[in-house]
């Protein structure tokens, strides 16, 4: 709790990250240059998952998490595309 600030000890209260969309809860905003940043809630951070693509979450396990963010990047472009040609086809 109170002890603890700025940790995932209470994973749905405060924030770690102005902006944060989540209200209310605890997030760690991931900047997954040069894809786009997102929030995942704050107990997600240090826990041997990589939940960002750049792997800020696991900083402090060096080398553990694959920046894969220009791949992810690249994947969304192109769906953005496909989309778009869809839907120039349909109109």
Known sequence: GSDEPGTSACAGVGS???G???KGLAT???ANKPHQPSF???SRVGDGVCDCC???DELATPGMCE???LS???DAL???ERACMQKMELS
């Open 16 to 18: 770690i990250e102005k």
């Open 54 to 56: 750049d792997g800020s």
């Open 78 to 80: 192109a769906e953005l």
């Open 72 to 74: 992810v990047a690249k």
């Open 28 to 30: 760690f905003r991931c």
């Open 20 to 22: 944060s969309k989540s």
């Open 40 to 42: 995942i809630y704050a």
């Open 67 to 69: 920046n894969t963010c």
